[in-house]
């Protein structure tokens, strides 16, 4: 597996906006995509996931994008708030039987109030 | 549903020592578990995976005789940091897989380990 050791890029919105996390990915074979939340300290948590065969999907107060043309994918929050402020992961599967996940190098969230 | 738990959650240990982290499925059997390691600030780099009952496989850079991993039985695996130096500080996570969802990767707490 690969790992970016970059900064993380930060998000700050207004509790009560909107939020929009964005992620590139680099395997046009990958098939299918998981958005998890970290909170500080803590493991990632499951949020969302979609497949390929998708181009939207949506959960409570949460939508996943997913442009396989461009090789995009999103998180979309409604009605942010203080306890969605955590590090946003999206990761790929890259192996045909699914045991390999790539994680991409996440946008941490600051909910302002 | 799905729980992973780790434990430790943070240890301390000295330099030259080895660590033992134990990573367990709580609610489902997990055929197949997953050892990340998280720097701060930084993304999950999986070190290995583990299917149960057959060796790990390790990614490209791992030392595999630094990072003992078992996977004994559907609902645990172990992961030894042997002869842990500061360098190998860091919070190790286990993920794992099985009959919860065909591909999801459910994750622990993570570990902190610190090594004086």
């Known amino acids: 597996g690969e790992s970016v050791g970059l900064h993380l890029p930060t998000l700050s919105v207004q509790e009560g906006d909107n939020s929009i996390i964005n992620c590139a990915y680099s395997?046009?074979?990958?098939?299918?995509f998981i958005w998890y939340k970290q909170e500080s300290g803590k493991g990632p948590q499951f949020i969302i996931d979609?497949?390929?065969?998708?181009d939207k999907r949506q959960g409570q107060r949460v939508t996943v994008l997913l442009n396989k043309t461009v090789k995009h994918l999103s998180l979309q929050i409604a009605a942010t708030q203080p306890g969605d402020s955590a590090v946003y992961f999206c990761?790929?599967?890259?192996?045909?039987?699914?045991?390999?996940?790539?994680f991409g190098p996440g946008t941490r969230l600051s909910v302002l109030p | 549903g799905a729980v992973v738990s780790q434990h430790p959650s943070r240890v301390i240990c000295k330099s030259g020592t080895s660590v033992k982290i134990e990573c367990r499925s709580l609610d489902f059997q997990a055929t197949t578990m997953f050892w990340y390691r998280q720097f701060p600030k930084q993304s999950l780099m999986l070190m290995a995976t583990?299917?149960?009952?057959?060796?790990?496989?390790?990614e490209q850079g791992v030392e595999k005789d630094k990072f003992l991993i078992n996977h004994a039985s559907l609902t645990l695996s172990t992961l030894t940091v042997t002869s842990a130096h500061p360098e190998d500080s860091s919070f190790y996570i286990c993920?794992?897989?099985?009959?919860?969802?065909?591909?999801?990767?459910?994750f622990g707490p993570g570990t902190r380990l610190t090594v004086l």
């Open positions: 990761a790929e599967n890259r192996a045909p039987n699914g045991q390999n996940f790539v």
């Open positions: 979609i497949r390929s065969n998708m």
């Open positions: 395997n046009s074979a990958s098939d299918y």
């Open positions: 583990s299917n149960e009952g057959s060796k790990a496989t390790y």
């Open positions: 993920s794992a897989r099985g009959d919860r969802g065909k591909d999801t990767q459910y």
